[in-house]
């Protein structure tokens, strides 16, 4: 007997934070036969190495908000119901979910099987009484598919033993476009107020609020929106951590070919006015650089012809498509007392196997401001230390770490040199440190040994001599 083994290979290249290159998972997962006996420990440990590696991204999105949008074009490529069944894992764990979908081709359709003229793209177009039941009729009909796709609880299949409670209803006011240069919109109309509250109190308790691209107005008439716009508002109105668009294109192509996963707001922007990129990119590209500009913490573009999209964007540092933040990411920041915990994470399977001394989190919460921390996408990956001897002019750098996962790509140095420019800035002449393991690679950035001798007095007092560690020094 043989199993199909996937190889994760392809994943854990996404955790580099500077990889370029397109990931193409899951159709370019490797498959390869592995026999009955190597199989199981082979399976078991990719399992359990790829469950670890998601831990940091559960936890920073628990409790979190998503908004999800997806045009009437991914039900007709019939990719609904994997895209349910990640959004039910999402809900599983702890993520607040609202979906918004669109449904322009099922319009188009009824107004064709009607024998109507009148076709619908993207751009605001006026609708009349007969193209709005349409609208309503596809609305209507997506709707039903997406609750059916949530009911589902087959055993052996992704939902089972998943309750799911959807919600829909009249949480959106809208207003007619009105007339624009003499022509008038009919029920063409925007959106006017989003019942915030009563969203938030059906996503804080577990539901998934899924929203229709009509909103209803004081007069009691419906009105067609463009979804793009109404999951834009609800993202801000909610000031979602995550506006996520499943698009036909695959995010933002660079000019050599892959994907550009991360975009500064000011950058999109800039590529938007330059009128270069495919007129579907730019058209979700606008959306998201709104969103962000209004306060979403970060808007996704991510093509939904790839299996597992949304895990893959959400649980991989590099993610598979374009993400837009208002700032560049892969920031070094100081750390507060919210990092100890993460900070901790990252210090203690050091510590574990001698590579650090152990410090105890009473004094991590002490020390917190002397640490800077590397973050990206909400997760802490990397960090350092730096304590300052002024008598000296000396300056130290402890506890210098990147994750595992993200090791080899920079980081380190990155660290390094920002430490360095840090203890510059406090007036250090000399930057020191302490290791057991990592000699070579202080050797290899400038860093000259030293003994005991050449550390600032304070220092010398505290040296653990039983430790043996070796001295490393560098001029600035
Ligand atoms: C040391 C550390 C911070 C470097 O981070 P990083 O992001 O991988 O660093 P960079 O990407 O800038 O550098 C990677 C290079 O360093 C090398 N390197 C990594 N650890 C090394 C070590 N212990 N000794 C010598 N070289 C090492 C890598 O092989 C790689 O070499 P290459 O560029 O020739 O391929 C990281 O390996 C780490 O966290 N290690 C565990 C904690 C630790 O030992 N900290 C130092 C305590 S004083």
Redesign the pocket.
């Known amino acids: 007997m043989h199993y199909k083994i996937y190889r994760l290979s392809t994943i854990h290249s996404t955790f580099h934070p500077r990889s370029t290159t397109q990931p193409t998972m899951p159709e370019s997962l490797e498959q390869e036969t592995v026999s009955a006996q190597e199989a199981p420990e082979f399976a078991a440990a990719q399992f359990v190495r790829w469950f670890r590696d998601v831990a940091p991204y559960v936890h920073a999105f628990r409790g979190k908000t998503f908004v999800v949008a997806f045009g009437g074009e991914l039900v007709q490529a019939n990719a609904l119901n994997d895209l349910v069944q990640d959004l039910s894992l999402l809900s599983a764990l702890g993520i607040r979910l609202v979906l918004v979908h669109g449904s322009r081709p099922q319009v188009n359709e009824q107004l064709r099987l009607k024998g109507f003229h009148a076709q619908f793209d993207r751009g605001r177009a006026p609708m009349d009484a007969d193209a709005l039941e349409c609208a309503k009729e596809a609305a209507g009909e997506i709707r039903l598919d997406i609750e059916a796709a949530f009911s589902q609880g087959l055993p052996n299949t992704p939902m089972s033993h998943a309750q799911i409670r959807v919600i829909s209803g009249n949480f959106v006011t809208a207003r007619p476009t009105g007339i624009i240069d003499g022509v008038d919109y009919g029920h063409t109309g925007t959106v006017r107020k989003i019942d915030i509250d009563a969203l938030r109190f059906a996503i804080e308790r577990g539901s998934i609020v899924l929203l229709s691209p009509l909103g209803f107005s004081p007069t009691g008439e419906a009105f067609n929106l463009a979804f793009e716009e109404l999951a834009t508002s609800v993202a801000t109105a909610l000031r979602a951590e995550k506006l996520i668009f499943l698009t036909e294109s695959p995010g933002v192509i660079n000019a050599d070919g892959t994907v550009a996963t991360e975009l500064a707001r000011l950058d999109a922007d800039a590529l938007l006015a330059s009128g270069t990129l495919p007129e579907d990119t730019a058209f979700y590209l606008q959306f998201a650089s709104r969103a962000v500009k209004r306060g979403v913490t970060r808007a996704h573009l991510i093509p939904f012809a790839m299996d597992g999209v949304v895990l893959l964007e959400i649980f991989t540092h590099d993610g598979v498509g374009t993400m837009v933040v208002e700032d560049t990411l892969d920031d070094l920041r100081p750390a507060t007392i919210d990092d100890v915990g993460a900070i901790l994470q990252l210090i203690e399977p050091?510590e574990a196997d001698g590579?650090?001394l152990p410090r105890g989190r009473a004094i991590i919460e002490r020390d917190v401001e002397n640490f800077t921390v590397l973050e990206h996408d909400g997760v802490i990956y990397?960090c350092a230390t730096l304590h300052d001897y002024p008598a000296d002019a000396m300056a130290e750098m402890?506890?210098?770490?990147?994750?595992?996962e993200?090791?080899?790509?920079?980081?380190?140095?990155?660290?390094?040199r920002h430490m360095e420019s840090r203890a510059r800035a406090l007036g250090a002449k000399r930057f020191f440190?302490?290791?057991t393991?990592?000699?070579?690679?202080f050797l290899?950035r400038g860093f000259v040994q030293g003994g005991v001798a050449d550390l600032p007095k304070e220092k010398q007092a505290h040296y653990n001599r039983s430790r043996n560690s070796l001295i490393f020094i560098k001029r600035l």
């Open positions: 050091l590579t650090l990397g402890g506890c210098l770490i990147v994750h595992s993200w090791q080899g790509t920079g980081e380190g140095e990155m660290l390094l440190v302490l290791t393991r990592t000699s070579h690679w290899k």
